[in-house]
C-alpha cells in the first residue's frame, strides 16, 4: 500500500552544515507517526522542508509526495492548497483578534481533496475553546493557544496535518489533553505526522515513532517496541522528555 505521505532521503543544509542527512518517513492514511529528538536534532528543519516553508535559506535534496504526487517543488501555499498543513512550533495565532475571529478567517482551498472542518466542528474537537470563543488570543493559556493553532490548520482542510512540538511550554496536563484530542482526529481518520521533543508523550499516541538525532533517524519501531528500545531510554536520560 502507497503512504499518503512518502518523505525519501531528504537532505536540509543551511551553508556548510547538513541539518538533516537523508531522513526516509511514511505516514499512512489514518496513521499517527512521531519524529522524536532532542533540541537541534533537525525536527523543525525536517518538518519545514516537508511543507515547503524556509527559515534561512536551505538547500533540499530528496523526494516529498503526498498521495503518489510529487509534491517537493512546489511552494509551501501549493502544498497546502493539497492538504499538505503545518502547524509551525509556537505560531499559527493572531493575538490581537478572537478566537472567533482567527478560526474564521481561514477557508478551505478550492477543491480540496482534504476534509474541510466547519468553526463548530472545530469547537467540538476542543470544547474548551467554545467558552473562549470570543476572548482575544493574547488572554489564552498556552494550551488554548495550540487548540486554536491546531483548529486554524483543521480549517485549512488537511489531509495530513504537520504538527512541530504542539507540547512545548504546555503544563503536564495540558500536554495530555492536547496530544489526545490529536489522538481522537486521528482515529477519526486524520493523518498526522507530530514532531515532539517529549518522547515520552509522543509515545503515548503515535502508531509508530522515529527517534532523529543530528540529522540522522537512529531508530524507528512501532510506539511499543520503542518504549523497549535503550536508545529511547537513553534519550529521557539524556534529558529529552520529562
Ligand atoms: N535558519 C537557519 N540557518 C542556519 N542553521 C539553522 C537554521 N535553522 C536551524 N538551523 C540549525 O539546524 C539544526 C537543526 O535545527 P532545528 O531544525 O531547529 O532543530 P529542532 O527543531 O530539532 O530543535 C540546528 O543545528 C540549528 O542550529
Ligand atoms: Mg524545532
Known amino acids: 500500500m502507497s503512504a499518503l505521505l512518502d518523505v525519501a532521503d ?12 537523508g531522513v526516509s518517513v511514511r505516514v499512512g492514511a489514518g496513521e499517527l507517526v512521531a519524529v522524536a529528538g532532542a533540541n537541534g536534532a533537525g525536527k523543525s528543519t525536517l518538518v519545514d ?15 516529498v509526495r503526498l498521495a503518489g504526487q510529487d509534491v517537493g517543488r512546489l511552494a509551501a501555499h ?21 478566537v472567533q475571529e482567527n478560526l474564521r478567517v481561514v477557508r478551505p482551498p478550492r477543491g480540496t481533496a482534504g476534509r474541510p ?11 474548551r475553546l467554545r467558552e473562549r470563543i470570543a476572548a ?13 493553532a491546531i483548529g486554524r490548520a483543521l480549517r485549512a482542510a488537511p489531509r495530513l496535518l504537520i504538527l512541530d512540538e504542539p507540547s512545548v511550554g504546555l503544563a503536564p496536563r495540558l500536554v495530555v489533553e492536547v496530544l489526545t484530542h490529536i489522538r481522537d482526529l486521528v482515529d477519526a481518520g ?8 517529549n518522547v515520552r508523550a509522543a ?19 512501532t510506539a511499543a517496541q520503542m518504549r523497549e528500545d535503550d536508545r529511547v531510554a537513553q534519550a529521557y536520560l ?4 520529562p
Open 10 to 21: 531528504l537532505r536540509v543544509r543551511y551553508g556548510h552544515s547538513l541539518a538533516v542527512d
Open 49 to 63: 522542508a516537508v511543507a515547503g516553508w524556509s527559515r534561512g535559506r536551505p538547500a533540499v535534496t530528496g523526494s
Open 78 to 98: 501549493r502544498r497546502a492548497g493539497l492538504g499538505l498543513v503545518l502547524v509551525p512550533e509556537g505560531k499559527g495565532v493572531f493575538d490581537g483578534m478572537t
Open 117 to 127: 472542518y466547519s468553526v463548530d466542528d472545530v469547537l467540538d474537537v476542543f470544547p
Open 136 to 148: 482575544r488570543c493574547s488572554t489564552l493559556s498556552g494550551g488554548e493557544r495550540q487548540m486554536v
Open 190 to 197: 486524520l493523518s498526522v505526522l507530530l514532531v515532539e521533543q
Open 203 to 221: 509515545l503515548e499516541v503515535a502508531d509508530r515513532l522515529h527517534l532523529l538525532d543530528q540529522g540522522r533517524i537512529v531508530a524507528s519501531g
Open 238 to 241: 539524556g534529558g529529552l522528555g
